[in-house]
């Protein structure tokens, strides 16, 4: 896990960054109109010189990161810099990727690549979208937190990550269909040629997903292969809300945990928690935790446990498990399930019979491997009544139109010659 990989300092954030673009806009503009003789050219990059330097200089320093001062560390947060994120860098990552096989399959075929990168272009912006949008949905107990002033600045802050498979998956489907239909292009063909980069853009996205922490399994036991994450992390965080780390397994009701097991040894153990107790737990934040643990900052960073029988026990950050419990690495299983279905669909193109059976085929194989792999991850709730999470739900009504596509597509469209593309 590395959240972070690095920061662009704060300082540049005082005039210079603008300063920077506006000199390099300004020398691109002056060389179209005086070298290059492309006056038209040289006006059309005005707006872009403005819109950039407008995000970078009321936008980009509200997404810097803060974090704790090491010379005040109980005092307001400082802002670091803006960070370049495992998350971000692996999803251009995957962007650049998935372009990249498109380009090859138009070359094979060939297909006129400049319009399939243009409707590339609106794949990527709304699959953002539709990533993004998901997430706020599943999620909107958190987003309704917030205060009327920054609601909207939560919603399109993904600077930590915060973006859902499927609804990138959704969104980027129907930018697709929205540029094909404007474009009268064939929908089956390019669909064809867009799904093995979609799912390879998924195989490399989850590398980020483990960079970030998030999307993770559930705790595993040897012989299982399991990945321990450090404290502060999302996967470390859940452990210790719901007892897991802390040695003790109950279930939750309106007065905190009901405690039925006590792990022997366990820290729970060493400080007299016993089944039948009722736990109430106040954590430290993730924050305190990396300063403390990942940074060696001295502070506080309590975890409070009250309960009726047993007062209020305080343990403190140097008191707590350095990592998490070892839990199922789904990020790595979801990479390979996509990476593997991506060369399965890649190579399975040129023996279709029917233009499209490849972006079929796709909608019905991604989901099964997702609807699996969900019964082993704990970071989403069951929906509709059901132990069936909202992605699971999901899963099953796109192995539905993918089915119900691949039997339109062989009832309705001509076959192949030969395996050809039309």
């Known amino acids: 896990m590395q959240q972070t990989l690095f920061h662009i300092p704060h300082a540049l954030f005082d005039g210079w960054l603008l300063a920077i673009w506006l000199v390099i806009g300004l020398a691109m503009m002056g060389y179209q109109w005086l070298v290059a003789k492309r006056r038209s050219d040289a006006l059309g990059l005005l707006p872009i010189i403005v819109i950039v330097g407008l995000v970078i200089h009321f936008v980009l320093p509200g997404l810097e990161n803060r974090g704790i001062n090491p010379e005040d560390p109980q005092g307001d947060l400082i802002p670091l810099g803006l960070a370049i994120r495992g998350y971000g860098f692996f999803m251009l990552l995957a962007i650049a990727a998935g372009l990249g096989l498109v380009y090859w399959r138009c070359q094979q075929v060939g297909f006129e690549f400049d319009r399939m990168m243009s409707l590339c272009f609106w794949v990527i912006v709304l699959g953002l979208v539709g990533a993004r949008l998901f997430y706020v949905i599943q999620k909107w107990d958190e987003f309704a937190g917030a205060g009327d002033s920054n609601l909207i600045f939560k919603m399109l802050d993904m600077t930590k990550g915060g973006l859902v498979v499927y609804g990138s998956l959704i969104g980027g489907l129907l930018g697709a269909m929205g540029y094909i239909i404007l474009k009268k292009m064939s929908w089956s063909e390019v669909g064809d040629i867009l799904a093995p980069a979609l799912v390879l853009g998924l195989a490399i996205g989850r590398i980020g997903c483990l960079m970030n922490g998030c999307c993770y399994g559930g705790i595993c036991q040897s012989p299982h292969p399991g990945i321990a994450f450090p404290a502060g992390s999302p996967p470390y965080m859940q452990q210790l809300a719901t007892g897991p780390l802390l040695g003790v397994e109950g279930t939750w009701n309106l007065d905190g945990l009901r405690v ?163």
């Open 260 to 422: 039925e097991t006590v792990e022997p040894a366990s820290l729970a153990e060493s400080r007299g928690i016993q089944p039948g107790d009722q736990l109430m737990l106040l954590l430290p934040s993730s924050i305190d935790l990396k300063a403390v643990k990942q940074q060696g900052i001295q502070m506080p960073a309590d975890l409070v446990i009250g309960g009726p029988r047993i007062g209020q026990l305080k343990l403190s950050a140097a008191d707590l498990p350095d990592f998490s419990l070892p839990v199922h690495p789904t990020q790595v299983y979801s990479s390979i399930n996509a990476l593997l279905l991506c060369l399965v669909l890649w190579f399975y193109y040129p023996f279709r019979k029917h233009s499209g059976e490849v972006l079929a085929w796709m909608l019905i194989l991604y989901p099964v491997g997702r609807f699996f792999l969900e019964a082993i991850r704990t970071d989403e709730l069951g929906q509709f009544g059901t132990t069936l999470t909202i992605s699971q739900w999901v899963s099953i009504g796109t192995i539905l139109v993918g089915f119900a596509l691949l039997i339109y597509i062989r009832s309705k469209t001509p076959t192949l010659p030969d395996g050809q593309p039309v």
